[in-house]
């Protein structure tokens, strides 16, 4: 039962082979007569007792295909019926047995198959040469079975089961690529799988390289020991496997430094997705032990082909993007954009002017409308720094935000942002709400509840017509002194929105601890639903404004920039959309003229 070549009837490998041929001939001798009755029978005792003792099965057939003589062993092996082992049985039913013990079937097809078989292997036994092959069983054991012909025809099969060793060389090749603790891959098999992503990118392909460095990291394994450093590193492993699709690879390649290879990301925008997910996901609390665990990630990111078809390259680039990432204040993720002298000085300059900007009134609001779907008139304006540098000229907020972020700016950019706001949509000639965006440092730093009264009482606007967004990444810090902020701001009367829902965890909680009005539908979600793949996207946001009516709150789709995607939002039944279809972010001067204007394309979404 065995071949020269893998198939469905025998297996295929490398393997032993046997001589028998002294103690055949011996017991030839005994048989004819050459020795007394009494010898031949006790030697057939002998050959019986260690025919049924060895450890490997045996068989043994003759030139004309039948049995000769089998043992114990290899009749478990197969789990032959004992009217299977009888000499003289064609070696054509012992295959047709057990070809349809393994897989049910026994049809003429499949006899037709094993005829073929049997012609091919008992042609190969007369180049009398000894092969082996393996063979995997249903019942998880593998079997090496080493074949041997014999110099009047017929052969002798040997059967081992090698099962234990096979699971054995599977788990030293499995450690040899695998990080014990996390058991995600380990830096060695990572740059096996870097190296074949790269060998196998078409033309057209690509893929992102994410090099991922833990926050205060550190400090865990400082203040509370390592068995809670490992179990979080554990936690942050989990979380990663459960972020990424089935095609992306993710690996542990220091102490607490992971990498990521996500294929088919060959856009600096897509890769940001996934490194903002990244991050927060890792920065939601870890329980572990008795402990809630908080940490948090930077990112760095090089994309190929773009950044080079170099495994060493791509490594060294997403390094560098990563340290300019941690020197923005961490938490955040960058993509490799050029030598890293050159960016850290422009960095380190913009830093320098930023701090001065808001004395010397170089920062600016932009408004862009965000329109109420049922009646199609404007609903409220959500407020967008802007940067006018005397020498770079205008500085979109993906450029200094992170900056101000990471230095702490932000704090007093944001109170300016919000008493600028008030002011000028008190002037405003229609009744609309104005959207101002917060940062989790104004949470942390200054009391941002009288910041906000204080813009409301010297500005006249009714806090009825003032709207604060958040994002969820706020909400993962899980503080106290957070949800009591937002209880008071909601007390004053001001409307709370939650920006980007969907795109971290425990949304739901979140949903019934904060006193939420509104929801804004993450615009990823808004952006791919005319995308044939990603009909998940309309049942999201489907489900999404379901759940918010039923909660009693408003759900506002961002992004919105076709018009296939406005009917998706309408026919969700979203109470409000924004986005490029209708109008970019425009000066505060321009306010007026969106106010007297009837949204184009509206009514032809519906």
């Known amino acids: 039962m065995a071949t020269e070549e893998p198939s469905k009837y025998a297996p295929s490998g490398a393997g032993l082979s046997v001589d028998l041929s002294p103690s055949l001939r011996a017991f030839e001798a005994a048989r004819n007569g050459k020795r007394g009755k009494k010898e031949f029978a006790q030697l057939n005792r002998w050959f019986e007792i260690a025919l049924n003792n060895m450890g490997r099965g045996l068989s043994m057939f003759d030139a004309d295909q039948r049995l000769i003589v089998c043992n114990k062993r290899y009749r478990d092996i197969f789990s032959l019926p004992e009217s299977l082992t009888q000499p003289g049985t064609p070696f054509a039913d012992i295959v047709r047995y057990h070809v349809k013990h393994e897989s049910g079937r026994d049809g003429p097809e499949e006899m037709a198959g094993q005829k073929k078989w049997i012609a091919a292997h008992v042609a190969e036994m007369a180049l009398g040469k000894s092969f082996s092959s393996t063979r995997h069983l249903q019942d998880g054991r593998t079997i090496l079975v080493s074949n041997q012909p014999l110099p009047d025809g017929g052969w002798v099969d040997l059967l081992e089961d090698i099962t234990e060793k096979c699971e054995a060389e599977h788990k030293i090749s499995w450690l040899a690529r695998h990080d014990t603790l996390t058991e995600l891959a380990n830096r060695f098999h990572f740059r096996e799988q870097l190296n074949e992503t790269l060998a196998a990118l078409g033309p057209d392909d690509g893929f992102a390289l994410h090099a991922i460095d833990l926050d205060r990291f550190k400090e865990v394994n400082d203040t509370l020991g390592h068995p809670v450093g490992d179990a979080l590193l554990k936690s942050v492993a989990r979380r990663l496997r459960e972020v990424l699709r089935g095609p992306d690879i993710v690996a542990r390649v220091g102490g607490d430094e992971f990498s990521i290879i996500q294929r088919g990301a060959k856009t600096a925008e897509q890769a940001a997705h996934l490194a903002n997910r990244v991050i927060r996901t890792i920065t939601q609390p870890h329980y572990i032990l008795g402990h809630s665990v908080n940490v948090g990630a930077s990112i760095g990111i090089s994309l190929a082909p773009e950044h080079g078809s170099d495994a060493e390259e791509l490594i060294k680039q997403a390094d560098i993007a990563l340290y300019e990432a941690k020197a923005s204040g961490r938490g955040v993720y960058r993509v490799y954009c050029g030598g890293t002298a050159e960016e850290g000085g422009r960095r380190r300059s913009l830093e320098l002017d930023l701090r001065g900007a808001v004395d010397r009134g170089e920062l600016e609001l932009y408004y862009q409308p965000i329109y109420d779907a049922r009646t199609q008139?404007?609903?409220?304006?959500?407020?967008?720094?802007?940067?006018?540098?005397?020498?770079?000229?205008?500085?979109?907020?993906?450029?200094?935000?992170?900056?101000?972020?990471?230095?702490?700016?932000?704090?007093?950019?944001?109170?300016?942002?919000?008493?600028?706001?008030?002011?000028?949509?008190?002037?405003?000639?229609?009744d609309v709400k104005v959207t101002v965006n917060l940062s989790p440092l104004q949470f942390e730093r200054g009391d941002l509840h009288l910041v906000v009264a204080e813009a409301l009482e010297r500005s006249g606007l009714p806090a009825r017509r003032l709207e604060l967004e958040i994002t969820e990444g706020l909400l993962l810090r899980d503080d106290f002194c957070t949800n009591e902020t937002l209880h008071k701001l909601h007390n004053l009367g001001i409307s709370i929105a939650l920006d980007d829902f969907g795109t971290a965890y425990a949304s739901l909680s979140y949903l019934r601890s904060f006193p939420f009005d509104k929801i804004k539908i993450d615009r990823t979600f808004v952006r791919e639903v005319n995308h044939p793949e990603r009909e998940d996207c309309v049942a999201i946001i489907n489900a999404v404004t379901g759940l918010a009516h039923q909660l009693e709150m408003k759900t506002v789709a961002e992004g919105v920039e076709t018009a296939d995607q406005v009917a998706t939002a309408l026919k969700a039944g979203c109470d409000e959309v924004q986005g490029f279809y209708f109008s970019e972010p425009v000066p505060a001067r321009d306010v007026e003229d969106l106010l007297t204007q009837h949204p184009q394309g509206m009514a032809a979404a519906r």
């Open 377 to 430: 008139e404007i609903a409220g304006f959500e407020a967008l720094m802007r940067w006018h540098h005397p020498v770079l000229g205008m500085i979109g907020p993906s450029d200094f935000i992170p900056i101000a972020e990471a230095t702490g700016l932000i704090v007093e950019m944001g109170a300016w942002a919000l008493k600028e706001a008030c002011r000028e949509a008190a002037r405003w000639s229609r």
